[in-house]
């Protein structure tokens, strides 16, 4: 009985020491709430409708604005080469030079049968004078008057044909040296001294280039210039004036070319195994940069669409069937998605053809803040951030389909 009475003792003494704590449970617990998350900030662009020139970026090759092979007009040894082969030489300048001493010979018997043939004619002329005299009084017949007449015509005759084969002479023994028939860059000599060159030869000796102006010849569909022709009619696209419209060069390393060029003109055909009509643009080209047979994009400016739409480029986004979109953020600061048509891609911007209106607030930086039906709290995206965000290069223009 003692022993039980002891547990009792120590149960209770447990219960007293553990009445604070279990006291506590008495309290009310307050929960603290999570404070509500703010709406993400995005930068967005403001769409307003601007003229813009409606470029079109097409594959293209450079070619020589006069081009000619350097042929023989005489047959005959190369005794000299008289260029550097590179070079720049003026129309004129001596190439080559052909064995003079056959064509010398030449011109000394052509010299010397036109002498032979004026002895001749003097003589007939004299002759043919006294005929007159005598005929004239009745001393001679007029038969033999008309024949002194007749050989002194002859003799004159003969004296012109020497004299055509001297001006022949002399002009083969000046075609011995062969000049360049134009103005430019004279390309690798084909042939060496010692070799024999013919006459009227379908072999090229050399070739000379004028690249001080060069052409860039490109195409573009028939179905391209056909639209545009539609679009010009419906006033939807604004005619560039006659030899207003620039043209640009992109080169293959992705750089723009600083000289602007001028639009000449476009075939009047289409080649039936392409579909593509030639046309062809101008361009300076001092410091010979340009290469005929270089690949180059050209940038044609073919009209100006008088409220043309543009977003950077970076704004528009893919959809999952692979279309274009952006996110628009409306009046609510709610953002959604809107699909739109692109034409191209000019400075880093898109043009957009479908999609927008003038006020549409456009997301251009900040998508990973977000998902679609958000708030966000937009700010002004600024412009001189463009180039940086989008690595843009003035002047480049590409498709985007």
Same mark, same amino acid.
């Not at 015509?153 to 360049?180: F, H, P, W």
């Not at 270089?294 to 940038?299: A, S």
């Given at each position: 009985?003692?022993? *039980?009475?002891? %547990? ?22 307050? !929960? ?38 350097? %042929? ?13 082969? &590179? ?8 190439? #080559? ?21 004026? !002895?001749? *004619? ?22 033999? +008057?008309?024949?002194?007449? !007749? ?9 012109? &044909? ?12 000046? #075609?011995?040296?062969?000049? !360049?028939?134009? =103005? &430019? ?14 006459? +009227?030869?379908?072999? +090229? ?12 010849? *490109? ?19 604004? %005619? ?52 005929? =047979?270089? #690949? ?30 952006? #996110? ?15 034409? *191209? ?27 679609? =039906? ?28």
């Amino acid at each position: 009985m003692p022993r *039980f009475d002891s %547990r009792l003792t120590s149960v209770a003494l447990l219960l007293v020491g553990l009445s604070p704590l279990l006291g506590g449970c008495d309290e009310p617990v307050t !929960a603290h709430a999570a404070p509500h998350p703010s709406a993400p900030e995005v930068s967005v662009v403001t769409v307003v409708p601007k003229p813009h020139a409606m470029v079109r970026e097409l594959p293209g090759r450079i070619a020589p604005t006069r081009v000619a092979d350097v %042929r023989p007009r005489v047959s005959g040894i190369i005794t000299e080469r008289l260029f550097k082969q &590179g070079s720049e030489v003026k129309a004129g300048d001596p190439l #080559y030079q052909i064995d003079p001493k056959p064509f010398e010979v030449e011109l000394q018997a052509a010299e010397a049968a036109l002498a032979k043939a004026n !002895a001749v *004619f003097e003589q007939a002329s004299h002759q043919a004078h006294r005929i007159a005299q005598l005929a004239a009084q009745h001393v001679t017949s007029t038969a033999e +008057n008309e024949k002194a007449i !007749a050989n002194m015509r002859q003799a004159e005759a003969d004296v012109a &044909g020497r004299k055509a084969d001297v001006a022949r002479a002399r002009l083969n023994l000046d #075609y011995t040296t062969i000049r !360049a028939p134009i =103005g &430019g860059v004279v390309g690798a000599a084909q042939v060496t001294e010692g070799a024999l060159v013919v006459q +009227n030869d379908t072999a +090229n000796l050399a070739t000379v280039q004028q690249l001080d102006m060069i052409y860039a010849d *490109f195409t573009q569909s028939a179905s391209e210039l056909g639209a545009l022709r539609r679009a010009f009619e419906s006033g939807e696209l604004e %005619r560039i004036a006659p030899g207003a419209a620039k043209v640009r060069l992109v080169l293959d390393d992705g750089t723009t070319y600083p000289l602007v060029g001028k639009f000449l003109f476009s075939e009047a055909k289409v080649d039936a195994s392409t579909g593509q009509v030639t046309l062809r643009g101008e361009f300076p080209n001092p410091n010979r940069e340009l290469l005929p =047979g270089m #690949y180059v994009r050209v940038l044609l400016e073919q009209g100006v669409d008088s409220d043309a739409i543009a977003v950077p480029q970076q704004a528009v986004q893919r959809d999952s069937s692979g279309g274009s979109e952006v #996110y628009v953020v409306k009046d609510d600061n709610h953002v959604i998605a809107r699909p739109i048509r692109t034409a *191209f891609v000019q400075d880093g911007r898109s043009m957009v053809s479908h999609g927008l209106k003038a006020g549409d607030r456009v997301v251009v930086e900040g998508f990973q803040k977000f998902a679609v =039906g958000d708030k966000v709290r937009p700010v002004m995206w600024a412009e001189a951030d463009a180039t940086d965000v989008t690595g843009a290069v003035p002047g480049k223009t590409a498709v985007v389909r």
